[in-house]
């Protein structure tokens, strides 16, 4: 009998052994979790405020920010950024933030003034495209049309090639890394993260247009997609010049007609919240169809609400590409 219970004792100690291990490695993966879940998040939560001017670049900030910092988009969703100017207000917004991002000087000729005009003391100013090589606009085929000399002959739409991009992230994360250092490393992991969605975005680009039926990508609004057409070896021709305003003269109509109808494609491109008057009416004489393609400048508001991401817009123009220059799917 001493013996029986000897080793009933000795089962039970066992037991709780066990049962102790069991509670060790159940709280070390408790905490392992709760550990893990806040790998990814700041250092501290941010309240610094981050004004930007154009979407591509309020969506890149947010995304690097994540939730350690407040980013506002300037211009109302469905504003037209080439005739936007700023009101009092906004120049206030902006001499209260903490960092002020802008896309380049050509772009946004009024930013530079306001920077001069404001108290510098605590704001950090990112001109995001710092460093990148712009391209020349392409010259009308006409002299009546002189809005190609905009700026210097220089095309702002630099978001538009999915490389420079990654340039303008560099420089949006650079603001960010100087401006709040202590969550340096947070803002560096969210970058790296969007660089790679931009490289894979460049991927299905090339892989998508490399077998089209026509290179000709012909557009009946002003000069948008030159980065995007040069990066991806397709022929781009515009209505108009660089500013959204400008309007052609009757012979450049005649000669974007007569050249729709020599080159043989199916569908003209016209742009997302632009009037698609002239579009139509060059559709209408030569005989084609409309297709959307999305400039990226602003949003709408309904897909501002809806969150909607620069990428998923650049996919949806290469849905749109596709179709309109026929090109084969694998």
Request: glycine share 8%; charged share 20%; with cysteine.
């Amino acid at each position: 009998m001493t013996r029986f219970f000897g080793i009933f004792s000795i089962r039970i100690q066992l037991q709780r052994v066990a049962l102790n291990a069991l509670c060790v490695v159940i709280c070390v993966l408790i905490l392992s979790a709760c550990k893990n879940e806040h790998a990814g998040a700041p250092e501290k939560a941010g309240t610094m405020r981050v004004v930007t001017t154009l979407f591509p670049l309020f969506d890149f900030a947010r995304t690097i920010a994540g939730q350690s910092a407040q980013v506002s988009l300037l211009m109302p969703p469905g504003v037209e950024p080439h005739s936007f100017e700023p009101k009092p207000d906004d120049i206030v917004r902006i001499s209260k933030a903490g960092l002020f991002i802008y896309t380049n000087p050509v772009m946004e000729p009024w930013a530079e003034k306001i920077i001069l005009g404001v108290d510098r003391k605590g704001l950090r100013v990112v001109n995001a495209g710092k460093g990148i090589t712009y391209q020349s606009v392409a010259p009308m085929d006409d002299h009546d049309d002189h809005d190609h000399q905009h700026a210097g002959g220089l095309d702002p739409h630099i978001w538009l090639d999915f490389g420079d991009d990654q340039l303008i992230v560099d420089n949006i994360l650079a603001g960010f890394v100087a401006a709040d250092p202590a969550n340096a490393g947070y803002y560096r992991a969210n970058a790296a993260l969007l660089k790679k969605q931009l490289v894979e975005l460049d991927t299905r680009y090339r892989e998508g247009l490399i077998s089209c039926a026509t290179r000709d990508f012909l557009h009946g609004g002003h000069y948008t997609f030159g980065y995007l057409a040069k990066r991806y070896g397709l022929s781009y021709r515009s209505l108009s010049g660089v500013s959204s305003e400008s309007e052609p003269s009757a012979t450049r109509m005649t000669a974007m007609i007569r050249h729709i109808k020599q080159s043989g494609v199916k569908y003209l491109f016209a742009e997302e919240l632009l009037s698609p008057r002239l579009t139509e009416t060059l559709a209408t004489e030569a005989g084609v169809e409309v297709i959307k393609l999305h400039g990226g400048h602003n949003l709408s508001r309904d897909d501002f609400q809806h969150g909607v991401t620069f990428i998923q817009l650049m996919d949806s123009n290469l849905t749109n590409l596709k179709k309109g220059l026929a090109c084969r799917t694998k």
